[in-house]
Structure formats: structure tokens, C-alpha cells
């Protein structure tokens, strides 16, 4: 498989002492042939690689760690970079808001549509399911059997051989049955052909909706992206969702896709089940890609090492007295990446013993509170705290929707973690704590 393939590649970088061209040539050969086998398109396995070299042939050498970890984290950096850093959101636009599910049969159009109009639902919108798959009476029946299982209406007018009828008839429908989201599952080929096309784009232009989301199987490997560059081609798709997440797939397809077609995944399919529809988090991609435990602990640790020169600045500049309040936000901002706060708490000075004694659900909030006062301000008041007059504290406490002492009980707080650190001189290991956690 891509992961084990990618292990032994990295075994290699792993016991490296040094980087030269020569062996980092060798270990990337590896990673080529891994990638290369995981039907990842060809020209995106050489830019990849390119960048990876490039970047670690000109990266400073950091004094902690091995240079093949360095190496780890850079492809690991690049592959969540190359399927595309952030979540991207669906736009729901428009009233009602459309969304074109679009792909070859078989690909899991309707299962996701059905899947789609649940996570909508779940988060109070009214999705109304349009069949318009007009040549398989079944696929009208199977839309309309997972929408009574959703309890979501569906529009199914058996027998209507006119698309665009159909999505005039769902316009009308939702219109009157106040849906504000219309999922229109559409035909699939088991190739995608002319009149096909001709089809979607007559309803494209009659319904223009604001996603056209390509649903493609995980496990069709290199083809995926023809097929992606041809639905894109003929329909400039706003994004993917990859389905089928949870069989033997390999991470090929989610690879090339963002590289050749340029548009997001949005979604990943992992099950049959009906929730088994998932955000689509490139970090977490990377990770699976990369295997979950040695090598992304290994990643991790080059994190950390990588976070120890932070450390040191951060330090540095505590022991200066410039630590600011523009640090402390950013520090906020890093400790909520962490994830859950109880794990953060745990990182914190005395965190442990408070853990037993707070009520983490009021910390949340409190930490939400200190992250809008924070934000509230302006750089340089977050730069230079003693300007902060009262005058100031009156606006970010109208700015963050808080009293004026809760203002003054941050600047408080701050004051005594800068204390605190100093005193404690634990700064550097809270930090590099916290690193190995990112
Ligand atoms: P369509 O022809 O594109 O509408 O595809 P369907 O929605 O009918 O799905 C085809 C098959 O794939 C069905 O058996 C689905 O249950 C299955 N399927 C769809 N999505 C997933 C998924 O994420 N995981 C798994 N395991 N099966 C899926
Ligand atoms: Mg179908």
C-alpha cells in the first residue's frame, strides 16, 4: 500500500545524519514509486516531489532534530498544502440554494445526496431532494426511500422525461414548501458521454446552482482525474466529495484531484451508512496517508523539535519584558488548534491540579471570552498594553460584547502569567510541550 511503501521511504530518511543530494535523491526515488503506485497523476508525484526537494535542500538546518526528520515534516507540510490546507465550506447562497451532484454511475450520487441533505438538515437548514435521474426509474424509488428514512421531502415525479420539467417542478415545490436547500441527484454513465453533458449543463444554466459537486469514488484511482477534468471541463465544478473513503482506497485520487482540477474536496464518504458523510480535513488526510502511528508520531516530533526554536523566541522575548499581548493571542489562537481543553489544561502550570477542580465547559467559554477581548483590540494596544486607557478598555469591552472589568481581568491575568513564567522559568518546556502536541 501508499503508507507502507511511504514507511520504508522514511525508514531511510529516518537514520539519515545528513542531508546531501545524493541520499535524500535515493529516499525520494522511494517516495515517487509509492505515489506513482497509488495512482497519484504522475506530474503531480514530480511537482510534489520537486517542492519537497527544493524546500528541504533550502531549509536551515535545525540543531534538535535529524535532517531526515526534517524531511518528514516537510512532506508531510506539503501534502496537506497540496490537498489544499483548510476546509472549504459549501456556499449555500441563493434562495432556495442549489447543488448539483454530478458523477459517473455508481459513484455514490445518491447515497450522498441523501447523506448531504441529513448533515444540511442537522444544521437547521430545509433541504428538499430532487430526482433527476430520468432514465433509471429506480433511482427515483431509492431517492425517495432514503429522503422517508431522513424524514426530508423528496421530489420524485415518476415518469417525467424532461429534466429541465423536473427542476422547474422542484423550484415550484420548494418554493411553496419553504425548502431552502435543493440537492438534485442527477444521472450518472458509466462514461461520462456528450448528451450527458448537454443534459447537466441545460439544467446547470436553468437552475444555476452555486455548488457542482463532482462525486467521485475513491478507488478509481488514476482515472479519477480524467474524469474530474472532464465533468470540470464541461460543468466548472465548484468542488468534490470523495466517497467510498472506508474501503481499500488508496489516497491516489484525493491527491491528484485538488493538484490537476484546482477545486476542493468538500466531503469524504466513509461508510454506506447515512452519517457517514465527513468535512474534509487535509491534515487529517496527510495523516492517513502518511499511516497513523510511527510516522506521524516521528512528524510529530519534528513538530516539537521545529516549535522549540518558537519556544526559544518566545522566551527570549519574555526575558526581555516584550512578550505582548499580540504573543498571548497568538499563543490562545495555537492552544485551541490542540483541540479539547482538557488536554490543553494538562500543558498549562498547575493545569493538572486545576483540571480536578474546574468546570471545562465555563474554561471554554472563558477562553472564548479572553480570545475576543483580544481581538477586540488593536495591534499596537496589543503591542503596547500601557496605552490602554480607559477610554480604550470602554471601546473593547463594547468591541467584544463584555464588561469593562472583564477587560480588566485579562489585563490582570496577563500581568500575573507574565509573572508567573518568569518566575517559574517553565516557559520553554510548557512550550515545547504544547509544540508536540500540533
Ligand atoms: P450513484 O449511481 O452515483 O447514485 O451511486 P449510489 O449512491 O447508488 O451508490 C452506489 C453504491 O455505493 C451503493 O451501494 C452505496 O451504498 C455505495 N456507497 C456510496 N457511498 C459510499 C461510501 O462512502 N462508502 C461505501 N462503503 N459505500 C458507499
Ligand atoms: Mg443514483
Not at 172 to 193: E, M, P, Y
Request: glycine share 8%.
Amino acid at each position: 500500500s501508499l503508507t507502507s511503501k511511504l514507511q520504508n521511504a522514511f525508514r531511510h530518511l529516518r537514520g539519515m545524519g545528513k542531508l546531501t543530494e545524493a541520499n535524500m535523491a535515493d529516499a525520494l526515488r522511494e517516495v515517487r514509486i509509492a505515489l506513482l503506485d497509488a495512482d497519484v497523476h504522475y506530474k503531480v508525484a514530480r511537482d510534489f516531489l520537486d517542492r519537497v526537494k527544493a524546500k528541504a535542500l533550502g531549509q536551515e538546518v535545525i540543531q534538535s532534530v535529524q535532517p531526515g526528520q526534517q524531511v518528514i515534516k516537510i512532506i508531510y507540510d506539503e501534502l496537506v498544502a497540496l490537498l489544499g490546507t483548510i476546509h472549504a465550506d459549501l456556499d449555500l447562497g441563493g434562495n432556495p440554494a442549489s447543488i448539483l451532484m454530478v458523477g459517473l454511475h455508481g459513484s455514490g450520487k445518491t447515497t450522498t445526496s441523501g447523506k448531504l441533505a441529513r448533515l444540511l438538515h442537522k444544521q437547521g437548514r430545509q433541504p428538499l431532494l430532487v430526482a433527476a435521474d430520468v432514465y433509471r426509474p429506480a433511482a427515483m424509488d431509492q431517492l425517495e426511500t432514503l429522503g422517508r428514512q431522513l424524514g426530508i421531502p423528496t421530489y420524485a415525479p415518476r415518469g417525467e422525461k424532461d429534466v429541465l420539467a423536473i427542476a422547474r417542478g422542484a423550484l415550484d415545490f420548494a418554493r411553496s414548501h419553504n425548502r431552502n436547500v435543493l440537492i438534485f441527484d442527477t444521472a450518472g454513465r458509466l462514461q461520462i458521454d456528450e448528451p450527458l453533458v448537454q443534459e447537466l449543463v441545460r439544467l446547470r444554466d436553468l437552475v444555476h446552482p452555486r455548488e457542482i459537486l463532482l462525486v467521485l469514488d475513491a478507488a478509481t484511482g488514476q482515472e479519477a482525474v480524467n474524469v474530474a477534468t472532464h465533468f470540470d471541463q464541461a460543468l466548472h465544478i465548484t468542488g468534490a466529495i470523495l466517497t467510498k473513503l472506508d474501503g481499500d482506497a488508496r489516497g491516489g485520487a484525493a491527491l491528484s484531484f485538488r493538484a490537476v482540477v484546482g477545486k476542493p474536496i468538500k466531503f469524504v464518504g466513509t461508510g454506506e451508512k447515512l452519517d457517514d458523510l465527513e468535512p474534509f480535513h487535509p491534515e487529517r488526510m496527510a495523516s492517513r496517508i502518511l499511516g497513523m502511528g510511527d510516522i506521524v508520531s516521528l512528524v510529530e516530533k519534528a513538530a516539537e523539535a521545529v516549535s522549540l526554536e518558537d519556544a526559544r523566541r518566545l522566551e527570549e522575548k519574555l526575558r526581555k519584558g516584550q512578550f505582548t499581548l499580540e504573543d498571548f493571542l497568538q499563543q490562545l489562537r495555537q492552544m485551541r488548534k490542540l483541540g479539547p481543553l482538557e488536554n490543553i489544561m494538562k500543558l498549562l502550570p498547575g493545569g493538572d491540579e486545576a483540571l480536578q477542580q474546574i468546570d471545562l465547559a465555563q474554561q471554554e467559554k472563558e477562553l472564548r471570552r479572553m480570545e475576543a477581548i483580544l481581538c477586540a483590540m488593536t495591534p499596537q494596544e496589543r503591542r503596547q498594553p500601557h496605552i490602554l486607557n480607559a477610554s480604550r478598555r470602554f471601546r473593547i469591552a463594547r468591541g467584544s460584547g463584555v464588561t469593562v472589568r472583564e477587560v480588566n481581568d485579562l489585563l490582570k491575568k496577563f500581568n500575573q502569567m507574565q509573572e508567573m513564567m518568569k518566575k517559574m522559568g517553565r516557559f520553554q518546556k510548557l512550550m515545547a510541550r504544547m509544540g508536540g502536541r500540533m
